[in-house]
């Protein structure tokens, strides 16, 4: 690995820092008494900060965004000739590689027919509740406008997003919220809510349906549901689930909207999560991956069926979409994207994925093996939890701060990993991976050699 040379003295960046930047998801007064951390360059799977420490970057920039890993000129370059040629305009009319990755995309997506773009996972989800409620209006006379969401999913940061989010601490404090969201139960069977059930995908699916006829089936226009669950604890459906949504989708008239924002875009070994399911979604929203952070895009893909809705009475100046995000018209998001995508089919990274993601899951379920402090291993792909405990018996939660210095270890060892960060209170145990799609063998034993040792110090 050829070591960046970066500038020598970062001090003064280190101070403008401290003195104005307002970071995400942080607690400032931590920067009261030290400097905050400046990630300068980035190479593969690996970053270094201000002072020159290298690390392995086992979560792809923090948020599963950088699946294609860092540094890649490529991506640059078609970026830089893009945005020299065109680089914006609204996209009430269309762009060069808007069109191109559309097809591309749509292409990996079979049954699905149609893009909308914008630039963030929230505003992606967005759009498919507008159109969710457009629907209703147009179709069902206002009537089919609720949309269910799942306990521990997370759809974004917006007031909409957030009022289809079932994570209390995400949520606290923000209220009052949208109307018309419902939340529906978890689905994670390590903590069962039907200890009694024989079949607990079966008991997820009823749980899901007592809540529609308790609503009323023609007050419910969509579900919403991440594939896999992300930042709610990675949680994979038990068997039997999706087959059952899929069916009560059909049932009772209900769109079925997946967020990919995570999962979508090679990150569990298929081009889409749903995709190993066999599913038939009405909606799939994507981000992150779509371009690995190089450039901001978001896509709402959809069926032409639900497309040809909203131009059927065409003499109706309402019937359209009316809905904008101006970036949305910036064509450095597909322009990255199109180059992602090559990048992803050219180095075989859905079969590196895959390879990588069976070492990934050994490495941890020996993990499991040796730490009673790891109570379930689970994800797909390179898209990995651990759940740690204090009990293995009692399935208590490990104390958060115990979780925290497991990440601090891995931190100060060179590996940055994550944890469930301000999602549920009481079960921010979780420990979450998710490496770029380049990593190699070496990579994925130098991250689990390190969770060992961490698990080592903070937990015996
Ligand atoms: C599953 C899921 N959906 C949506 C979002 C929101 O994406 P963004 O932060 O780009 O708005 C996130 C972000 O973490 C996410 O994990």
Same mark, same amino acid.
Do not use: G, H, P
């Given at each position: 690995m050829n070591v960046p040379v970066l500038p020598n003295d970062l001090s003064d960046v280190v101070a403008h820092d401290s003195a104005h930047v307002w970071h995400h998801m942080f607690q400032h007064k931590a920067l009261e008494t030290k400097d905050p951390r400046i990630i300068v360059e980035g190479k593969g799977m690996r970053v270094w900060d201000q002072h020159g420490k290298e690390h392995i970057d086992a979560v792809s920039g923090g948020v599963?965004?950088?699946?294609?890993g860092y540094g890649r000129t490529t991506i640059a370059d078609a970026v830089r000739?893009?945005?020299v040629k065109m680089n914006f305009f609204a996209g009430s009319l269309g762009s060069v590689p808007g069109a191109i990755f559309?097809?591309?995309? &749509?292409d990996k997506m079979p049954g699905m027919s149609r893009v909308y773009y914008s630039n963030s996972g929230s505003e992606a989800n967005e759009k498919a509740f507008k159109m969710v409620r457009q629907i209703s209006h147009r179709k069902y006379g206002g009537k089919k406008y609720k949309i269910l969401y799942r306990e521990r999913d997370y759809h974004g940061t917006t007031i909409a997003t957030?009022?289809?989010g079932g994570q209390d601490q995400r949520k606290g404090e923000y209220g009052p919220f949208a109307p018309g969201f419902v939340e529906v139960p978890h689905c994670l069977e390590y903590r069962n809510q039907y200890p009694n059930a024989e079949d607990y995908g079966q008991a997820c699916v009823d749980a899901i349906e007592a809540v529609i006829l308790r609503e009323g089936p023609d007050t419910v226009g969509a579900i919403c549901l991440e594939t896999i669950t992300a930042g709610g604890g990675v949680i994979v459906a038990p068997k039997g689930?999706?087959?059952g949504v899929q069916h009560l989708c059909e049932k009772y008239d209900i769109l079925l909207h997946l967020d990919e924002v995570v999962c979508g875009v090679g990150r569990t070994g298929e081009w889409f999560g749903y995709q190993h399911y066999g599913l038939k979604p009405d909606f799939v929203t994507m981000a992150k991956g779509l371009a690995s952070g190089y450039a901001a895009i978001s896509a709402t893909v959809t069926t032409e069926e &639900?497309?040809?809705l909203f131009k059927e009475d065409h003499e109706d100046p309402m019937s359209m979409f009316r809905d904008i995000s101006t970036f949305g018209g910036c064509t450095a998001g597909p322009a990255a994207a199109i180059e992602n995508m090559r990048i992803i089919v050219d180095e075989g990274l859905l079969a590196n994925t895959n390879a990588m993601g069976a070492r990934l899951e050994n490495n941890l379920r020996a993990l499991q093996d040796k730490h009673a402090c790891i109570g379930e291993v689970r994800g797909k792909g390179l898209f990995w939890g651990a759940e740690l405990v204090a009990d293995r018996t009692t399935r208590e939660a490990a104390a958060e701060q115990k979780v925290k210095a497991v990440v601090d270890t891995c931190?100060?060892?060179g590996i940055i990993i994550g944890m469930t960060n301000r999602s549920l209170a009481g079960l921010n145990n979780t420990l979450c991976l998710s490496p770029a799609l380049i990593a190699t063998e070496a990579d994925i034993d130098a991250i689990t050699d390190s969770i060992d040792s961490a698990l080592t110090?903070?937990?015996q």
């Open positions: 599963w965004t950088v699946n294609v000739d893009q945005l559309a097809e591309k995309l &749509i957030l009022s289809a689930y999706w087959e &639900i497309f040809d931190m100060a060892d110090r903070v937990f």
